[in-house]
């Protein structure tokens, strides 16, 4: 687990913030620029392309200029980061309560016998 912990400390930070996360889920239907991205959102574009800088440095996006047009597009090998933390997380709780249940079980069989 430690091995995700730089990558995963910049992925939910990134995803901690409304703005971020409503750039991100536009950009699941497809490339936007920027101009586009911001339209929503009642900020300055300098305050705006924050939030695109971030995104681009922690790997959730990637931009790219066509003339005066910056286009972003999602960045979908991140969310392997995180699926492979969430499946390491699955399976370490699962096999908590599999642990739980065998107890609670094998403890009511042991008052039920007695």
């Known amino acids: 687990m430690a091995q995700y912990s730089s990558q995963l400390d910049g992925v939910f930070q990134a995803v901690a913030d409304p703005t971020r996360r409503a750039v991100l889920g536009r950009l699941g239907t497809g490339p936007a620029s920027i101009g586009e991205l911001a339209a929503p959102f009642n900020m300055a574009l300098p305050s705006f392309m924050k939030h695109i800088r971030y995104l681009e440095n922690t790997g959730w996006i ?48 042991k008052e039920a016998s007695e």
């Open 62 to 109: 990637r931009t790219h200029k066509t003339g005066r047009v910056r286009t972003c597009t999602l960045e979908k090998k991140s969310f392997d980061v995180i699926e492979t933390w969430l499946s390491d997380q699955r399976s370490i709780w699962e096999g908590r309560t599999d642990r739980l249940e065998r107890f609670v079980t094998t403890t009511h069989d």
